[in-house]
């Protein structure tokens, strides 16, 4: 069994900075794609991901302000949020595909972290 834990966010003013942490353990065998989706008013979208080998995909929305880092040795993503704006309001989904220890499909997903951005 593949377990999520994320913690980070909160609420900050627009301008502000936060950062996201996300952790995967348990049966891993690899992580292939490990990142960031959110759910805001505009439904649930991918926010930034990270490739093993380091490629990274950023929405449009969040390019030049978000940046994803992660370590795949440890199995955590993190995401730096800045410049942020009322519209990254939303509750952030940390991500992990891949496979586990037994080879199946690994999908597993965080708890979610709720950002608000507000004056």
């Known amino acids: 069994q593949v377990r999520i834990v994320q913690s980070g966010g909160g609420l900050v003013q627009p301008g502000g900075s936060l950062n996201l942490s996300c952790a995967a353990s348990?049966?891993?065998?690899?992580?292939?794609?490990m990142g960031w989706y959110r759910q805001t008013q505009k439904g649930r979208e991918l926010a930034a991901v990270k490739t093993t080998g380091g490629n990274t995909n950023y929405a449009d929305s969040v390019k030049g302000r978000f940046t994803i880092s992660r370590d795949n040795s440890k199995n955590t993503v993190t995401l730096q949020m800045n410049s942020l704006k009322p519209e990254d309001t939303g509750v952030y989904f940390c991500n992990a595909n891949g496979l586990d220890g037994a080879g199946r499909d690994l999908d597993a997903w965080g708890q979610g972290t709720l950002v608000t951005v507000s004056a």
């Open positions: 348990g049966s891993i065998f690899s992580i292939y794609v």
